[in-house]
């Protein structure tokens, strides 16, 4: 099964993304956690644009979501969160691959704001939090691996502000395109109830 999460920046991709993939036991595939675990030139490349909020060019990001995707994990199906993000690789997507479920979390951008200017993540094993509404057991501190957590430097006001228009702009567009293998969920709701409502609609 291999399923598409599209929703705004801070409507909680990643977060349920990570429990379905958990859950199907498949790959949970972040372009964005793609990038920011880069070295060396390449990340300062895309560094310079994840940090002002803009998309990283479609030809390097389908490169490294194609080689993602061709590892042998991903055999029996994979959770796509944050790829495609426009008509243009939504187009190279299907070239490659066969999608067979697309889940929409939706979620207004002013609560969007808000959850992404009070998040917190941990580098080494990638779990996110929130100082409001979803906060480590200790300050700071990861729950799973005792790592440090961290401010994303694209959580600032003007790449967040950038990151939405871009989402409504060129993203949203797309889920025209799959029409016939949507579901979408209501992104204001708690985790669990989020989790569960998507399991129901994918059964
Ligand atoms: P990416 O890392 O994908 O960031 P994003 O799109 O901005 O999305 P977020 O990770 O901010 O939001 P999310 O929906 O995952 O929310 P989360 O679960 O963390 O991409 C970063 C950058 O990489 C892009 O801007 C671009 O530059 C580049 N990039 C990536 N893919 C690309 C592509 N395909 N093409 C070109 N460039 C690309 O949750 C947010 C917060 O809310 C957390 O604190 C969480 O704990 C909390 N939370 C989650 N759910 C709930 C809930 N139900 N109730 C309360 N709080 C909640
Ligand atoms: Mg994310």
New binding site residues.
């Given amino acids: 099964m291999n399923i598409i999460f599209i ?1 705004p ?7 349920q993304a990570k429990i379905l993939a958990e859950e199907l036991k498949i790959p949970h595939i ?4 793609l ?1 920011r675990g880069l070295a060396g030139e390449l990340k300062n490349e895309v560094d310079s ?2 940090n002002q ?4 060019p479609d030809e390097l ?1 389908t490169k490294i979501l194609k080689e993602r995707i061709s590892k042998q994990d991903c055999k029996n199906g994979y959770i796509l ?5 426009n008509l243009n ?1 939504a187009g190279l997507l299907e070239k490659i691959t066969k999608i067979n479920k697309v889940v929409e979390i939706t979620l207004d951008d002013k609560l969007a704001i808000q ?2 200017s ?2 917190i993540s941990c580098k080494k094993c990638g779990t ?3 100082l409001v ?2 906060p480590p057991k200790r300050k700071e501190i990861c729950d799973n691996c005792q790592t440090e957590l961290y401010r994303r430097a ?1 959580d600032n006001p003007d790449a967040i502000k950038k ?1 939405l228009e871009t989402y409504h702009n060129e993203t949203s567009p797309i889920l025209q395109k799959y029409k016939s293998v949507l579901v979408s969920v209501n ?1 204001d ?3 669990d109830k ?1 989790a569960e409502e998507i399991r129901e609609k994918l059964r």
Avoid: A, M
Wanted: hydrophobic content about 20%; aromatic content about 10%; proline content about 2%.
């Fill in positions: 929703g920046q801070g409507s909680g991709k990643g977060t972040s372009t964005g956690d990038f644009y994840i909020g803009s998309l990283v990001t969160d944050g790829f495609p993000r690789q959850r992404i009070s998040r996110v939090y929130n509404t979803n694209d990151r992104g709701q708690e985790i989020i």
